[in-house]
């Protein structure tokens, strides 16, 4: 993570650039919430790049010394909560809309609280193509029917690139933190 | 309050209603954690998942946790995962690998070799042991606690708490052909499956027992489904599988109609599936998305007609092995445990599977497919969690609670399946696995002993194949 000196006056365009750069991901990030608990499912993929890859690992309780090793399962190789591309989430979002999938019917009420938003160093990306790497924490709750509610903690890795003219979403690692999922399914997005 | 409880009274017209209260009831809850889970042999989990000498596996048997272990030797063992000093658990990683489990409490230690101890699981350190202890503690009484029986079963290993439980294989009956078809390997060679690295585990507000009852035969929930199959999520872009589609599944065993439910009344399983059958049908094209995943699976099937010949075989996408163990066994390819968390939750527990010797391209594509199939995440799976949390809602009403819950549909219409021994089969849709799963429960539930439940003893075929034939 790049640090920012606001008093340090020789680096004050720097300072000013990255602020910027600051505000136009959590506009980013403001819009993709909204278009989400708005249920803009489709004008939320056009937020995600055709080859994003989507990813939530299982975690799980290890010793001391293991976490890097062992709490997360891989990407690619093992068993996740999801581990997908954009096909998948568009059957998603298209399973929504068929207005007979149960466990969606009717739709919950979401929310999306994004916060910590920081901006890593720009990732080595050809010149034509701006990629950077966000990392944000959410807080996702869900209410549905009547009493059933959810609260879903956790942080989210992004590479995030500038295509078409906007941000969009080209890789995404969201931890979630929980190991035994306390809730009965995953049917939105994060 | 019951004055006194008695199952079968739950349950009507040899299993054609179904009282409410066995989804709800807290006595009945009680009861059938003693008398089920005490006493039935339960999936804890696959050998892959600890490869190496004591590599450990955290899992459950009913509502309790147990630690599933390998020894230096190989050996599996399974214990309850509690201290006998004050009930600390000696393991809170769900895996990982150790020699000895100290508790966190006062630090007793306990091996999972037997060479140092009396037997593996033994007590053999103990702070201050003589100073506190004044050599009055018979360290060889106090070890974990190990299960009463326990069986590797092609990879796939079964822990029982009852001395006096049948063994594994006459527990399973001619399930056995049924399990087989889902640990295999898809080639026809016997076992040499492997776990997918991560259990999926998530809590979901439903009784037990209607996960178990809708995997061992539900077919008729499929029209819950059509949302997936709108969008197509199959591995050959069409539906939510390959095979058994429509009329497909008539063409896919020699003789029609043998697709259907097959149950094993005095044991309590069933599954949908097909009966025996002796040649293998047809090459159907399959995971035609993945045309490398393709032709994999057609050199697998020429493999299989060569390593089956007129051997007998058997299929079946879903069933239950009784009470809480089920497997999908084709597309996809899992096995999962329904743990009960008092009688309105229930934990799953998902083990996904594939052969061993695939190429990773194959395992990361079927992986991909489980994935977007089942689970919490699984577009198909989300609806069935869906409705089991609000039946089990429901069944609690005061006044809901009046009216018992239908099971009629195709009783009397069942027959011998052919080939198999104490089972019955149903080609069209039925609920006679159903029946015959909460019968089974009913006898665990009032039974005193094994005595009473030894499938032979089971009344359960005799009297089905009667009522057919009046
Ligand atoms: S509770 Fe385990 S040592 Fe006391
Ligand atoms: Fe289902």
Redesign the pocket.
């Known amino acids: 993570m790049s640090r920012i000196s606001f008093t340090d006056s020789t680096s004050r365009e720097h300072a000013l650039d990255a602020l910027l750069l600051q505000r136009e991901i959590e506009a980013f990030y403001y819009l993709e919430a909204q278009l989400l608990d708005e249920r803009r499912f489709e004008e939320w993929l056009d937020l995600l790049t055709e080859d994003i890859s989507y990813f939530m690992p299982l975690r799980r309780n290890v010793k001391y010394g293991q976490h890097a090793e062992f709490e997360n399962t891989r990407q690619g190789v093992d068993a996740a909560w999801f581990d997908e591309g954009k096909h998948t989430l568009a059957q998603r979002v298209a399973q929504l809309a068929t207005g007979i999938h149960w466990a969606e019917e009717p739709l919950s009420r979401v929310r999306h609280l994004i916060t910590n938003v920081q901006i890593g160093d720009k990732t080595d990306t050809p010149a034509d193509s701006k990629e950077v790497e966000v990392s944000s924490h959410f807080m996702v709750y869900r209410n549905r029917v009547v009493d059933e509610t959810d609260i879903f903690v956790g942080k989210r890795t992004d590479t995030l690139r500038f295509e078409d003219d906007h941000w969009k979403v080209a890789k995404r690692l969201i931890l979630l933190d929980q190991s035994t999922l306390l809730a009965k399914n995953l049917t939105i997005f994060f | 309050m019951r004055e006194s409880l008695i199952a079968t009274d739950l349950i009507d017209g040899d299993g054609g209603t179904i009282a409410r209260d066995i989804f709800v009831d807290e006595e009945i809850y009680k009861r059938e954690i003693k008398q089920v889970f005490g006493r039935a042999w339960l999936l804890v989990g696959h050998e892959s998942q600890i490869p190496k000498p004591y590599d450990y596996f955290t899992s459950r048997m009913g509502e309790e946790s147990v630690i599933m272990t390998r020894d230096k030797t190989g050996k599996i063992h399974v214990f309850l995962n509690t201290?006998p000093?004050?009930?600390?658990k000696?393991c809170r990683y769900d895996q990982g690998n150790a020699r000895v489990f100290t508790?966190?409490?006062?630090?007793?230690s306990f091996s999972v070799d037997g060479n140092l101890t009396t037997a593996p699981g033994g007590l053999v350190g103990v702070p201050h042991y003589k100073k506190a202890y004044r050599g009055g503690l018979d360290k060889s009484q106090w070890g974990l606690v190990p299960v009463a029986q326990l069986v590797n079963y092609k990879g796939s290993i079964w822990a029982n708490w009852d001395k006096d439980a049948v063994d594994f294989e006459t527990y399973l009956g001619d399930m056995k052909f049924y399990l087989d078809s889902v640990l295999d390997q898809r080639d026809g060679s016997p076992g040499g499956s492997e776990v997918i690295g991560g259990i999926q585990k998530w809590k979901v507000p439903s009784n037990w027992k209607f996960g178990a009852e809708n995997f061992i035969g539900d077919i008729y929930h499929i029209t819950s489904h059509r949302s997936v199959d709108m969008v197509s999520i199959g591995p050959s872009g069409a539906g939510r599988r390959d095979v058994l589609k429509g009329d497909k599944a008539a063409k896919i065993v020699i003789p029609p109609p043998a697709f259907g439910s097959i149950g094993f009344p005095n044991h309590g399983h069933g599954c949908i599936g097909a009966l025996p059958h002796y040649e293998e049908p047809d090459y159907a094209p399959s995971f035609t998305l993945t045309p490398i995943v393709e032709e994999y699976y057609k050199e697998v099937y020429h493999r299989r007609v060569e390593n089956l010949g007129k051997r007998a075989r058997g299929l079946a996408p879903v069933g239950t092995i009784f009470p809480n163990c089920s497997f999908h066994g084709m597309q996809p390819r899992a096995l999962f445990t329904w743990h009960p968390n008092g009688p309105q939750e229930m934990e799953m527990w998902k083990w996904y599977l594939v052969d061993a010797d695939a190429p990773d391209e194959v395992k990361n594509v079927l992986r991909q497919y489980y994935l977007r199939y089942a689970g919490p995440a699984g577009l198909t799976e989300q609806d069935d969690m869906e409705n089991w949390n609000y039946a089990t809602a429901a069944s609690s009403g005061a006044r809901a609670g009046l009216y018992p819950y239908n099971y009629q549909m195709g009783q009397g219409f069942e027959s011998d399946a052919r080939d198999l021994e104490n089972a019955i089969f149903t080609s069209a849709v039925t609920e006679q696995n159903q029946r015959l799963f909460y019968n089974r429960w009913a006898e665990f539930m009032d039974a005193d002993s094994w005595d009473a439940l030894h499938p032979k003893n089971s009344a359960n075929h005799a009297d089905i194949l009667a009522r057919c034939q009046q």
């Open positions: 201290c000093h004050r009930g600390m000696v508790c966190p409490y006062h630090a007793w």
